[in-house]
């Protein structure tokens, strides 16, 4: 997708304007070599413009300068049609793209439609939240949706994306590669995946994803248990909706499970803060470039009383590491796991008057006690791993889950 993206995705709606930290949500490098014919002018005054451009001093010139420039080389010279709009998008993409920021990009406007649907929790593709991995230089995934296409296909965390329908990828184009694994509904895609020291390869129809299901039950000791794999525009309301619902059945404790959630609305994060937190609580500070700072507080009373503990892994990142971050903050929780994926950046989505739209990274933000995020995560107060030879963090018996069970075990006071 544009992984909410990864959605990346944390989001705040102010007019037409949205503050997201999204793990992007997304539910051949074939190297071409053509026959050319080129003709090489020496004789100087072929152009005045491009022997200008060519021979003047760049080091004052401006981006619109060059641009005006290269303009006249295309109207000079280029043989073929030129399409404005698609020559006018290129420019502003590659734009955005020197900026060499995997969260930053420029959406056209027919992108910004199919953004915005992902951003309530549907799409079609294959149901994978992805990430750019530095040390692979290859996108990995975070975490497939849970009953989604790539799940069922029996694509797993940690695995890393070589390649799609053979074309290969950098962890530099994440949106392009998030672009690809969408499509239309029942078509196919092809994925070269590595893990480990294996070579895969799966065949996934693509498919309609709901994401965000909010699953609950009730556990031993009536402890209450609510997992959610992403923050869309209605996950607090369903948050919400499942405690009561576990409060009538006579929960005494609550663990609320965001492993392998890798984000979404920061708006979300904030209101399900606010379930637990006394009212005007800060949740996060917001800084920008500027060293500027404002924070975002709770705006309700709290509604859960009982004990709770937070479950998180590696794959915990985004709004997920806000909610867990605030509530460990404040006492409110004990968090279990492993040191959470560390994505402490906020992108702000800006809707351009011609539908189109920008996602650009404008801020950092800390915890309540201001404690860094970014590649650094949120550390779980008691560490607990799980056994090296689950591989499938997804779905996991609960017997071999060493931290739900340790989860519970707090929650029984052993």
């Known amino acids: 997708m544009s992984g909410k993206d990864y959605k990346v995705v944390t989001e705040k709606k102010k007019g037409r304007k949205i503050y997201t930290t999204i793990m992007i949500?997304?539910?051949?490098a074939f190297v071409t070599f053509f026959a050319t014919t080129i003709w090489i002018y020496k004789d100087a005054d072929t152009n005045i413009a491009l022997k200008a451009f060519l021979t003047g001093d760049k080091s004052e010139e401006t981006t619109a300068q060059r641009l005006k420039a290269y303009r006249t080389i295309i109207d000079d010279y280029y043989l073929g049609d030129v399409d404005e709009k698609a020559l006018q998008e290129g420019i502003i993409k590659g734009f955005f793209e020197g900026l060499n920021d995997p969260y930053t990009r420029y959406i056209t406007a027919e992108e910004m439609a199919e953004y915005t649907q992902d951003l309530k929790g549907e799409f079609v593709g294959i149901g994978v939240y992805i990430t750019p991995d530095e040390e692979s230089n290859k996108i990995k995934i975070l975490t497939p949706i849970k009953d989604g296409a790539a799940a069922q296909a029996g694509i797993l965390p940690g695995d890393l994306i070589r390649a799609v329908n053979d074309r290969e990828y950098t962890a530099e184009e994440l949106t392009k590669i998030s672009d690809d694994l969408k499509g239309e509904e029942g078509s196919e895609v092809k994925l070269d995946i590595i893990r480990g020291d294996q070579n895969l390869s799966f065949t996934i129809k693509r498919s309609n994803v709901v994401v965000n299901p909010v699953s609950t039950e009730v556990l031993e000791n009536n402890i209450g248990y609510i997992e959610f794999s992403s923050f869309d525009e209605n996950t607090s309301k369903d948050?919400?909706?499942n405690y009561e619902e576990l409060k009538k059945q006579g929960i005494t404790s609550l663990i609320i499970d965001i492993r392998n959630n890798g984000g979404g609305i920061v708006d979300q994060a904030v209101e399900i803060a606010g379930t637990v937190l006394d009212k005007?609580?800060?949740?996060l500070y917001e800084i920008n470039k500027k060293q500027e700072e404002k924070d975002m507080k709770t705006s309700t009373d709290p509604i859960i009383d009982?004990?709770?503990?937070?479950?998180?892994?590696?794959?915990?990142?985004?709004a997920s590491e806000i909610l867990a971050g605030a509530l460990q903050d404040y006492g409110k929780a004990k968090i279990v796991g492993v040191t959470t994926y560390g994505k402490g950046v906020i992108q702000q989505l800006l809707s351009l008057p011609d539908?189109?739209?920008?996602?650009?990274?404008?801020?950092?933000?800390?915890?309540?006690?201001r404690n860094k995020i970014n590649k650094v995560g949120v550390k779980p107060d008691v560490e607990v791993k799980l056994p090296e030879d689950i591989t499938n963090t997804i779905i996991i018996e609960k017997d071999k889950d060493t931290q739900l069970q340790k989860a519970i075990s707090i929650l029984k006071g052993e």
């Open 25 to 28: 949500i997304i539910i051949t």
């Open 280 to 283: 005007d609580s800060t949740v």
């Open 306 to 318: 009982v004990p709770i503990v937070v479950l998180v892994n590696e794959n915990t990142g985004s």
């Open 355 to 369: 539908n189109s739209g920008l996602k650009i990274t404008c801020a950092e933000y800390l915890t309540p006690n």
């Open 239 to 241: 948050f919400m909706k």
